[in-house]
């Protein structure tokens, strides 16, 4: 979390060097691995990670991203597919974007309700999804995302314009 990567990549070699069925120093080293841009790399990790703790929708997660930083669309979305089976904590922004790249806007605003809608859903998040919802008309839903971006503390400069300009929108004053 403080970009010392180098420095936690040296630490998750030692702690495997230990014992090397820790599955969450694996799925660390993956995440190393993918900020150091070694792809290949993390996606050989995740999958350590994943046949030492099956299942586990972060493991999946972090597969997801590699698979996408090579480039492999559809074992990403696969995996991201599977993730979100079990928890949608995880790959919903991702399949989202997959699905915007790919031009399949019905399941790009499906999964980023889904993202948008999570309870440790970021700003970025409600915004985008508020932002998509408007443009359909859907103000209702687009209100409950923009009250909760109000909530965490958002630029209110930005919803007041909206609700200026789209006065359908029902926000909490």
């Not at 990549?9 to 120093?25: G, I, W």
Request: net charge neutral; proline share 3%.
């Amino acid at each position: 979390d403080q970009g010392r990567i180098a420095e936690a990549k040296q630490l998750l070699d030692l702690v495997l060097t230990r014992d090397p069925s820790f599955a969450e120093a694996w799925v660390g080293l993956g995440i190393c691995y993918y900020n150091m841009r070694q792809y290949d790399s993390a996606l050989f990790v995740a999958r350590v990670a994943d046949g030492l703790n099956p299942n586990n929708p972060g493991v999946l997660h972090n597969m997801g991203l590699a698979y996408r930083a090579l480039n492999q669309v559809d074992a990403a979305e696969l995996v991201w597919l599977r993730s979100v089976a079990i928890d949608s904590t995880f790959a919903s922004l991702n399949l989202a974007h997959l699905y915007r790249d790919q031009g399949d806007l019905s399941k790009y605003l499906d999964f980023l309700i889904k993202a948008a809608s999570r309870p440790i859903a970021g700003r970025d998040e409600l915004k985008e999804a508020a932002q998509e919802l408007i443009k359909k008309r859907q103000f209702s839903t687009a209100s409950v995302f923009l009250n909760r971006l109000l909530a965490q503390g958002s630029d209110s400069s930005y919803v007041r314009e909206l609700v200026d300009k789209y006065p359908e929108l029902n926000l909490k004053r």
